[in-house]
């Protein structure tokens, strides 16, 4: 077992690699990766450290758990998910970028900050628990999923593959307007449209239990269903205004072409 006993900078030709059997713990001291982080197969105790994601260069990150902040400083290239990663805040304010990697899971249960860099969806869900800000940087979706999770939370206006709501309460849009080219889930909670519109794009579609407190409330703004043939436009649009449930379903929809005279 390797035990930290004072916060510890891994360069960035400084890989930490944990082989079967072995074990390295934290003790709660802030930890930054420089270089790559593999798991293959030991123990990795991060406590309630804070783990940082620096240097330039790609890295690749293995996953792990911790209850103190995960933060992405990254001066430039790019660094890659390959395991889960769980931990309370998350920050994301370096000019490189970090890719959530594929079929994973990343769970923050507090803060959410990002203002420079960019993030890359993958095929992985990111789960955001606490509050939002996003003043800067840029969000490729890819066909990942963000959900939002907690109660009530700013969902910063984007490009969107799947967005899922949950957690009851109200999920305000703000910043800008939204587009889904995925689905939109509701599974319990309210998503405010406030001053900004709605574009679900060709191939998305709406899942969920919809109710008056797991709806979109479209207040007075617009929701634009885009598609290329009347099957596109089948669905439910769970929308309602303040506490009214009021759902549209298109269950049908035919097309007549009309020649010019």
């Known amino acids: 077992t390797v035990s930290l006993n004072q916060a510890k900078v891994l360069g960035l030709n400084v890989p930490l690699v944990i ?16 270089g790559n982080f593999n798991n293959n197969g030991g123990e990795f105790n991060a406590g309630s450290s804070d783990i940082n994601i620096s ?12 209850t103190g902040r995960v933060s992405m400083t990254k ?13 309370t805040g998350f920050t994301v304010n370096g000019a490189g970028s970090i890719h959530l990697g594929n079929d994973l899971v990343h769970t923050f249960s507090g803060d959410f900050v990002f203002s ?16 939002t800000s996003v003043t800067g940087g840029n969000f490729n979706a890819g066909t990942g999923t963000v959900e939002f999770y907690g109660g009530s939370q700013n969902v910063p206006g ?18 800008n307007h939204i587009r889904i080219n995925g689905n939109l889930t509701l599974n319990n909670g309210i998503l405010s449209l406030g001053n900004h519109d709605l574009t679900l794009g060709l191939g ?32 439910t649009l769970p929308v309602g205004n303040g506490t009214a449930y009021t759902p549209v379903h298109i269950a049908d ?4 072409s009309i020649s010019p005279s």
Do not use: C, P, W
Request: hydrophobic share 30%; aromatic share 6%; charged share 10%.
């Open 19 to 34: 082989n079967s059997g072995a074990s390295f713990n934290t003790a709660n001291n802030e930890l930054t990766f420089g």
């Open 55 to 66: 240097n330039s260069g790609n890295q690749d990150i293995a996953g792990f758990t911790t």
């Open 75 to 87: 001066s430039s290239g790019t660094v890659t998910l390959l395991g889960n990663i769980s931990g």
């Open 116 to 131: 420079n860099g960019t993030i890359t969806g993958g095929s992985s869900t990111l789960r955001l628990g606490g509050t």
């Open 158 to 175: 984007t490009t969107y593959h799947n967005l899922t709501i949950s957690g009851g309460s109200t999920k305000s849009v703000i910043n």
């Open 204 to 235: 998305s579609s709406t899942n969920g239990s919809f109710s008056e407190t797991s709806m979109i409330d479209i207040g007075t703004r617009t929701i634009v269903k885009e598609g290329n043939s009347a099957s596109d436009f089948i669905l």
């Open 253 to 256: 929809l035919s097309v007549t």
